[in-house]
């Protein structure tokens, strides 16, 4: 008996809907968390990051150090 | 926390290599673009048999995906992660054996696919011992990659780092399970999948190359140049948290949407719909946060070309992810596929997104890395409006073509029959709109070379040393601190959603990475692995037989010569098809097919049922001067196969890797050569006696021809009835 002979004969049809639920939990945990209120800081913090990078006195044209 | 500093330099040599090799692949890729552009309309243009468009097609999208757009990727990771995990590159070392190996790929790329070896795999054509160069130069990246991430200084990876390692991983694992094969030669072999399963997957990478190679490291690009270059933190954070998890775990199960209505199961193609319209969602979600991080700066895009070049490009991500979806839906689909809306939508997305992305990052780059002015803002301002309006004369008048050709094809008239039952008819009618199209592509490869004369300009203004400045930055503790102050929260609910576990994920890029593999991976087990071990999806035919020897060699001639570029071999069970073509492909028919050739474009009709259409003669003269056929032709003539000996010893290898594939060769894994010279010679025969004298029993275009004969004809033998039961015998292709 080989796998494909397993996977042919296990039904496994209904399990389409298992995933969906499953994927939609993870869907819903992922927001909760990205927008939770109390993460504001955060987030603000982490979205300065690329103007924060050290040399950017060098970055305008002209400017030496 | 440690106060103590750490100084380091940024390695920025590496960055201006890439930008340089971005520019001249760019060049050379969009030069061959114009170029076959121009074939469709004067095919005396195809210069046989190196530079025809079959060869040449592949060598066009290879070289503006991989070359110029990859080259433009690595320029502006190594460019921002340096930056933003405040270290240098890991070694650098590994940054040059990464930038010369990926040239030495383009370039065997270049001189392999115009030589006409090919996997016959759209975006995948290069052979076996590249295909493993490929991956030693992709394995080199990551490894420098990740061990700069591993030595960074910056407690959080910023989410343009996310799309990187999430662009490294899935392409890793693409190219690797798209290209398993088993080698027939030096150059030359054969995927281990075949039809239905080869098709599922191809189209498994093809898509995703065009999500982790085309628009997940540009994401990661915009995340990081958008703000940059509008001198401001992009506009929501946690939309671009919520983009990067939905379209990692989304894009990969869109694949199917390439095989609609082909002899893929439909299952896998409803799935393949479904996810792809999810895929809108993030995809806007992404734009407006890219659009949005201008907000209070717009005024700045009237005087910077990088601004401008950056909002045409978000703007054109946009419009080509609300067109993709809608083009993923099945009746849209119906119409659109095989013709040239399918070339509009991907330059838009190539001209606009990555192109426009690409020169905008190159003109904020070059004052930066060759530190001096640059040469001219007024002639980056030229390049952008001809990029603009090569673009749209490119991307309008393609539309149009493809949606003429598309409602052509399907036209009855009033007594029910095609209304346009000549193929070449609905090619006449695209001219002016191809015409349009070179004129376009023409305008916007000026614009590359105006840019070309800015940057070397801009580099002959270059101090004579290169200023490193040295940068500051604290080392991270070891193992994960809590900011100092910061309390534990209370409540198990409090922990988990202040994410002190999520920053320790994102602290650690190891699990990170597990967790994006993951998000990735689920969609192959759901959706591919079934196709492969679920009997139902493939159900055999018993007429259907493996191709004789000179069959054989001759579909590898069709492979050569990129015939599958013009032509499908897949009849959609649709009634304009069927009319036109015959009876409906069957996924039991393309069970010996490796690689499966269905093709996704008709330049030229479809031959899936080509087989008995015509006799052997038509062929002989068709392919040796098309146009004294079909007069309008736009066919390469290939006069070289009736000249050329067909290597007939070479068959034996053909017979035997498809034999240790599976397909059952019988008598002929000893004697391939002895039965495809005597079927050359009854092929040779029936055309001296349909009236060409000439000797062409050993010449190549024998095996093409019966190649040609066979197409589609096997369940015509059967007799009635010749579509097996599923289990009556296990589908002999396929990854067990």
């Keep these: 008996m080989t796998l494909t002979d397993v996977m042919s004969n296990s039904g496994l049809a209904g399990y389409a809907v298992v995933a969906m639920i499953l994927f939609m939990a993870v869907f819903v945990a992922i927001v909760l968390r990205i927008f939770a209120p109390w993460r504001k800081r955060e987030m603000d913090e982490a979205s300065r990051l690329p103007l924060d990078d050290g040399d950017d006195a060098r970055a305008r044209p002209g400017v030496k150090r | ?736």
């Excluded at chain 2, 997940?216 to 990081?224: D, H, I, K, N, Q």
């Excluded at chain 2, 606009?352 to 040469?375: A, D, E, H, V």
């Excluded at chain 2, 087989?611 to 040796?624: C, F, K």
Aim: glycine content about 8%.
């Design chain 2, 1 to 736: 926390m440690s106060a103590q500093l750490e100084s380091f330099t940024y390695d920025d040599a590496i960055a201006r290599k890439f930008l340089i090799a971005t520019w001249l692949w760019g060049l050379v890729g969009m030069t061959v673009g114009l170029l076959i552009a121009l074939q469709l309309v004067l095919p005396g243009l195809n210069l046989g048999p190196w530079l025809t468009f079959g060869r040449l097609r592949p060598l066009h999208t290879n070289a503006v995906v991989f070359a110029f757009a990859g080259n433009a990727f690595f320029c502006g990771a190594y460019y921002s992660t340096q930056r933003l995990l405040k270290t240098r590159m890991f070694s650098d070392t590994l940054s040059n054996l990464h930038f010369w190996g990926w040239q030495a790929i383009i370039v065997a790329a270049a001189l392999t696919l115009p030589g006409g070896f090919t996997q016959a795999k759209e975006y995948a054509e290069l052979e076996w011992p590249i295909d493993i160069g490929i991956a030693v130069v992709w394995v080199v990246f990551a490894v420098n990659f990740f061990a700069t991430i591993a030595r960074r200084r910056e407690r959080h990876l910023y989410v343009a780092i996310w799309f990187y390692i999430a662009s490294i991983l899935t392409v890793a694992i693409l190219h690797i399970f798209n290209n398993l094969s088993v080698p027939a030669g030096f150059l030359k072999s054969y995927p281990i999948y075949a039809g239905v399963q080869d098709a599922f997957m191809q189209w498994w990478y093809g898509h995703n190359a065009v999500a982790f190679f085309l628009t997940t490291p540009f994401l990661g690009l915009m995340y990081y140049f958008m703000p940059k270059a509008a001198e401001r933190p992009v506009y929501s954070y946690r939309l671009s948290i919520l983009h990067f998890w939905s379209l990692v775990f989304m894009y990969i199960w869109a694949g199917p949407h390439h095989l609609h209505y082909t002899a893929l199961p439909e299952w896998a193609s409803t799935l393949g719909m479904i996810f792809s319209v999810m895929l809108w969602m993030p995809s806007w979600g992404g734009m407006v946060n890219g659009l949005l991080t201008l907000r209070g700066a717009w005024h700045k895009v009237v005087e910077d070309p990088v601004l401008k070049f950056f909002v045409v490009a978000v703007t054109a991500y946009g419009m080509a992810t609300f067109e993709g979806p809608m083009l993923s839906v099945k009746s849209v689909n119906a119409l659109a596929h095989y013709t040239d809306w399918i070339i509009a939508h991907v330059h838009t997305g190539a001209l606009g997104w990555n192109g426009f992305l690409t020169f905008g990052m190159i003109y904020w780059l070059l004052p930066r890395l060759f530190q001096t002015k640059l040469f001219s803002q007024k002639l980056a301002e030229v390049h952008f409006w001809l990029a603009l309006f090569g673009m749209v004369l490119y991307v309008t008048s393609i539309y149009t073509a493809g949606l003429t050709q598309g409602l052509m094809w399907r036209a009855f008239d009033e007594t029910g029959r095609l209304a346009f039952p000549d193929f070449i008819e609905t090619t006449m009618r695209l001219m002016p709109m191809y015409w349009t199209r070179a004129l376009g592509g023409l305008l916007y490869v000026s614009g590359v070379v105006l840019c070309g004369h800015n940057i070397l300009m801009t580099w002959r203004a270059r101090p004579a040393r290169y200023a490193e400045p040295v940068v500051q930055a604290p080392p991270l503790p070891r193992g994960y601190a809590r900011e100092p102050g910061a309390a534990a929260p209370a409540g198990a609910w409090k922990r988990f959603t202040s994410l002190g576990w999520h920053r320790r994920w994102e602290g650690l890029p190891l699990t990170f990475t597990v967790m994006t593999a993951l998000a990735v991976i689920v969609a192959s087990l759901f959706e591919i692995l079934p196709t492969f071990l679920i009997r139902s999806n493939v159900p055999t035919i018993a007429a259907v037989k493996p191709y004789t020897p000179l069959e054989l060699a001759g579909r590898d001639l069709y492979i050569r010569e990129g015939c599958f570029n013009c032509h499908s071999q897949m009849i959609r069970p649709l009634r304009p098809e069927t009319e036109r073509y015959g009876e409906y492909s069957k996924p039991g028919e393309f069970v010996y097919d490796h690689p499966f050739l269905w093709g996704s474009r008709r330049i030229g009709p479809d031959l899936a049922r080509e087989g008995g259409r015509y006799p052997d003669l038509w062929h002989v003269r068709h392919m040796e001067k098309p146009r004294s056929i079909t007069p309008k032709s736009i066919m390469p003539a290939y006069p070289g196969l009736l000249t050329t000996p067909l290597d007939f010893a070479g068959i034996q290898a053909k017979v035997d890797a498809m034999a240790m594939l599976g397909v059952p060769y019988g008598e002929a894994v000893n004697r391939a050569p002895e039965m495809a010279r005597a079927q050359a010679r009854e092929v040779a025969a029936r055309i001296v006696e349909q009236g060409d004298r000439r000797r062409l029993e050993d010449k190549e275009i024998t095996a093409l021809i019966a190649y040609l004969q066979r197409l589609g004809t096997d369940i015509k033998k059967g007799g009635a009835g010749a579509q097996a039961p599923a289990a009556m015998s296990a589908a002999p292709a396929g990854a067990r």
